[in-house]
């Protein structure tokens, strides 16, 4: 099993920035397609986007297209979610795992969930 401590998360103002990481522990993920998903109250857990092993391919959601980046680190074992042009829909817990699969279709993370980091877009 792997584990994550994701960050980054806070209150940010409609069309700001946000930069989430997630460190992994317990094993290497340089060879595993890596998620970052949200979840907002009273919703499922949503795909927000995929990059593959290597950050050659990546997939978002259509609704974070243009505005999200999704990039990994394999040396540090992290993996990152730069956020911009945020929008109060985007407002959710943030979480990673490691991917089933890299395509949108039916991915859901293979590890146990970590603790999320917050995000809050609000005037």
């Known amino acids: 099993q792997v584990q994550f401590v994701e960050s980054g998360g806070g209150l940010v103002q409609p069309r700001g920035s946000l930069r989430l990481s997630c460190v992994a522990s317990g094993r290497s993920i340089s060879a595993s397609g890596m998620g970052w998903f949200r979840q907002a109250p009273g919703k499922e857990r949503e795909f927000v986007a995929t990059i593959s092993w290597s950050g050659g391919t990546t997939y978002y959601t259509d609704s974070v297209k243009g505005r999200f980046i999704i990039s990994r680190v394999n040396a540090k074992n992290t993996v990152y979610l730069q956020m911009n042009s945020l929008k109060p829909e985007d407002s959710a817990a943030y979480f990673c795992?490691?991917?089933?699969?890299?395509?949108?279709?039916?991915?859901?993370?293979?590890?146990?969930w970590g603790k999320g980091t917050l995000v809050t877009v609000s005037p």
């Open positions: 795992n490691r991917a089933t699969t890299i395509q949108p279709s039916g991915v859901r993370g293979m590890d146990y």
